[in-house]
């Protein structure tokens, strides 16, 4: 159990195998903070090759995942 609900994670991996496991539970994660506030969506934002930052988002409308590319 988590003392903190994150608003931020970043997720790092070497192979899309990894990727796919670790942004998935960075998603749940931070899809939990989300349910519990009920005001933001979440964003998750490719950073650059195998490195992405899932955040809770004003841009975002709540129940809803967006993502975009920022390199």
């Given at each position: 159990m988590f003392t903190?609900?994150?608003?931020?994670?970043v997720v790092t991996a070497a192979t899309k195998a990894q990727l796919e496991v670790h942004l998935s539970g960075a998603i749940d994660r931070i899809r939990a903070t989300a349910m519990t506030e009920r005001r933001?969506?979440?964003?998750?934002?490719?950073q650059a090759p195998g490195q992405?930052?899932?955040t809770l988002s004003d841009e975002v409308p709540f129940g809803l995942t967006r993502q975009k590319v920022a390199w």
């Open positions: 903190h609900a994150p608003q931020e994670l933001r969506g979440i964003l998750v934002t490719h992405f930052k899932v």
